[in-house]
């Protein structure tokens, strides 16, 4: 990573970073003038932030994947909440159902 920048196509982002690096780099971008040289900020910036995407697509991916796992076992959302609780439902009842019907004679 070279200290002076070479032109190449860029496109312009902008994004805030701290008052204090931002003075800082405004001084050593004058200072740099002087010597009539540019500093590559460029580069390093391009190489900060294609690491941090890096990490972001990765979690982003493992998002979707969580997503369409969770999708996958309940399809809609609505049906989701239904099915589970006729489940729980269902789960409570069971107790109830392995139990042999008593047949009262009194009614004979």
Do not use: C, H
Not at 22 to 37: N, Q, S
Not at 65 to 93: F, G, H, T, Y
């Amino acid at each position: 990573m070279g200290i002076f920048k070479d032109e190449y196509d860029t496109k312009r982002v902008i994004f805030n970073i701290n008052m204090d690096i931002a003075e800082r780099l405004e001084k050593a971008k004058k200072d740099a003038r002087k010597f009539g040289k540019k500093l590559d900020i460029d580069e390093t910036v391009n190489t900060t932030v294609e690491k941090f995407l890096k990490r972001a697509e990765k979690k982003l991916a493992e998002m979707q994947m969580n997503e369409k796992k969770r999708r996958k076992k309940n399809p809609d959302p609505i049906l989701a909440e239904k099915n589970e609780a006729e489940e729980e439902d269902n789960s409570d009842n069971s107790d109830m159902e392995k139990e042999p019907d008593i047949e009262d004679e009194s009614f004979n």
